[in-house]
């Protein structure tokens, strides 16, 4: 006879208080995915170098029109609150110093995916759109592509572009274009 076992979510007000007694540690790599504590890849030289390639291009293109978030976390429900690796936020004079934002904050979601392209796709994009992200973008490496989520209807994302080699990605919310060629510059430096 086999039995399920029951799974006890843990809502982010909890995660934050293991976080305040010690439980989880700063340096720990993790993010609250559906109520659990999920631990994130390592990400090696690759990951980072276009993390802030994209930081510096999404401030240049946009200014202060936005705030741009880098490997910080957004709560999306009482059980989910990961740490995208870019977030285009609506500007707020306070900086969100008083509260985590909310995907009515957000315009853009951006994960730089080497390894986690498979999380990135079959469980960040339902989780983005069930939460209302209007528009997510993974950066994949491995294939030199951006992948591109928007036109959300009914929790989920209706329309997904690829972008590679001379095409041109369009971020919705600002109708600003971006060339495949500008995000993968740095594939042909050695």
């Known amino acids: 006879m086999s039995v399920l076992l029951a799974k006890r979510l843990i809502s982010a007000r909890e995660y934050y208080k293991m976080a305040e007694v010690g439980i989880l540690k700063p340096e720990d790599r993790i993010e609250l995915i559906n109520g659990e504590i999920i631990e994130m890849s390592p990400i090696g030289s690759k990951h980072p170098a276009y993390v802030d390639l994209l930081d510096e291009l999404l401030k240049e293109l946009l200014g202060k029109k936005v705030q741009i978030r880098v490997q910080s976390s957004v ?91 001379k095409q041109i990605a369009i971020f919705d919310a600002f109708d600003l274009a971006i060339k495949a060629t500008t995000i993968f510059s740095l594939s042909n430096l050695k």
Not at 75 to 100: A, C, G
Not at 102 to 123: G, M, Q
Request: charged share 35%; proline share 8%.
């Open 75 to 165: 709560r999306l429900d009482n059980h989910s609150e990961p740490e995208p690796d870019l977030m285009v936020l609506k500007r707020r004079k306070d900086f969100y110093i008083n509260r985590i934002p909310t995907p009515k904050d957000v315009y853009l979601v951006i994960e730089v995916a080497n390894s986690t392209l498979e999380k990135d796709r079959k469980i960040k994009a339902p989780l983005y759109a069930e939460a209302g992200i209007p528009e997510y973008w993974i950066l994949n490496i491995p294939d030199t592509q951006l992948e591109c989520y928007s036109l959300l209807k009914d929790g989920k994302y209706q329309k997904e572009v690829i972008i590679k080699d």
